[in-house]
Nanobody, 126 residues
Framework: QVQLVESGGGLVQAGGSLRLSCAAS????????MGWFRQAPGKEREFVAS????????YYADSVKGRFTISRDNAKNTVYLQMSSLKPEDTAVYYC???????????????????WGQGTQVTVSS
């Protein structure tokens, strides 16, 4: 079992920045891949970014590439999503997810992840 708790969401103006955190517990954090997804009202959950167990491999959706950065601190059992140059279309509930079966996951499908956090709301005003 893995428990994931997101934090850091909030309200920000367009062009601003936020950093999301996701604290994990329950299994050896440094052994599995982590991902961030988001879901806007009326839309399907979509892939944002993922990171391998070591942090050496990262993957991004085209819509956030160059603006968002995923990272992890295995000593703190935490994965981060640094979001910059935010746009109103980035407004969504952001979820972190764990793929405990593989050390890296470049597949953007949510079905490849085993555990999910409760989500944190990010609202970008224009």
């Amino acid at each position: 079992q893995v428990q994931l708790v997101e934090s850091g969401g909030g309200l920000v103006q367009a062009g601003g920045s936020l950093r999301l955190s996701c604290a994990a517990s329950g299994r050896t954090f440094s052994s599995y891949a982590m991902g961030w997804f988001r879901q806007a009202p009326g839309k399907e959950r979509e892939f944002v970014a993922s990171i391998s167990w070591s942090g050496r491999s990262t993957y991004y959706a085209d819509s956030v590439k160059g603006r968002f950065t995923i990272s992890r601190d295995n000593a703190k059992n935490t994965v981060y999503l640094q979001m910059s140059s935010l746009k109103p279309e980035d407004t969504a509930v952001y979820y972190c997810a764990a793929d405990v079966n593989f050390g890296t996951n470049s597949n953007p499908s949510p079905s490849g992840y085993d555990y999910w956090g409760q989500g944190t709301q990010v609202t970008v005003s224009s």
